[in-house]
């Protein structure tokens, strides 16, 4: 069963660190980070293709890398400086071979107080 499930989250202080991770059954072309704060429309964190290139959010840049591990299947965000905008539900998604069927983990809580 292919599936995305994360893991990390939690609250922190404004310029802290917290790092996500996804855990993914089956294999992906690319793999992302999405948030969505309340209110608004889900996002773009960050990317990074089977091959390893990535692509960050403007907001993101500098502050959060992404980390693909192929061998163990797994995704992982470390979010330092963080801000409280960055206050967020957290969503691992995935393009899944060979259909290139999009997959969405249930999400992870990210909340950074002032």
């Known amino acids: 069963q292919v599936q995305l499930v994360e893991s990390g989250g939690g609250s922190v202080q404004a310029g802290g660190s917290l790092r996500l991770s996804c855990a993914a059954s089956g294999s992906f072309f690319t793999m992302g980070w999405y948030r969505q704060a309340p209110g608004k429309q889900r996002e773009l964190v960050a990317r990074i293709s089977s091959g390893g290139i990535t692509i960050y959010a403007d907001s993101v840049k500098g502050r959060f890398t992404i980390f693909r591990d192929n061998g163990k299947n797994t995704l992982d965000l470390q979010m330092n400086s963080l801000k409280p905008e960055d206050t967020a539900v957290y969503y691992c998604?995935?393009?899944?071979?060979?259909?290139?069927?999009?997959?969405w983990g249930q999400g992870t809580q990210v909340t950074v107080s002032s």
């Open positions: 998604n995935g393009f899944s071979r060979p259909l290139y069927k999009e997959y």
